[in-house]
């Protein structure tokens, strides 16, 4: 069973073995792992998807879980698997509601910002324990700023604009540096 790359999607990394049975830690990228259907993983190895069956998964409050994959029993198998990039296939992508808007959809939107109008589009979003800062390219800068409440003014979902009202001085911050 040969699993493509643009037939799966991410979900995270092996970060660690635990104990000396094989057990490994699976650090979740994928906003919520507790919808994933978990049987079967890809983990990439030289830039080709291998299947791994798992035997036993006991996800944990901080976006990991504890994986015992079939035929690795040791801790000398379950070693070669740390920071392995882990896949799906598309098949087994969570449908969404169409009515939730996630963080992560604000990549591509346009930002617009009440005092200094128009600064480009978001690029990139990070995810931090507390927060999401969006990433936009702006005079061949890159201006950070924490995607909350206290920031946005309006999303406008159908324009695929957001809105904001950075504090006074944070984009002369990234202009001036």
Do not use: C, W
């Not at 079967?40 to 069956?53: D, S």
């Not at 009515?99 to 128009?118: C, P, Q, S, Y």
């Not at 809105?163 to 006074?168: I, K, Q």
């Amino acid at each position: 069973m040969t699993m493509k790359i643009e037939d799966s999607f991410y979900i995270g990394y092996i970060t660690k073995t635990k104990g000396l049975k094989g057990e490994v830690q699976l650090f979740f990228e994928y906003p919520e792992p507790q919808d994933l259907d978990l049987d079967t993983v890809f983990l990439e190895m030289n830039g080709k998807l291998i299947p791994y069956f798992i035997n036993q998964v006991k996800l944990q409050p901080n976006q990991t879980a504890n994986i015992y994959f079939e035929d690795v029993d040791v801790v000398e198998k379950a070693e070669k698997l740390i920071r392995k990039k882990v896949y799906l296939p598309n098949t087994k992508k969570p449908e969404r509601n169409p009515d939730e808007f996630l963080i992560a959809d604000l990549k591509g939107f346009l930002v617009i910002d009440e005092t200094r109008g128009e600064l480009g589009e978001i690029v990139e979003i990070h995810e931090y324990p507390q927060q999401y800062v969006a990433v936009v390219p702006h005079q061949f800068r890159e201006i950070l700023f924490p995607l909350n409440d206290e920031f946005i003014v309006e999303i406008d979902d159908e324009k695929g604009v957001l809105h904001v009202n950075l504090p006074e001085g944070l984009i002369d911050l990234y202009l001036n540096s």
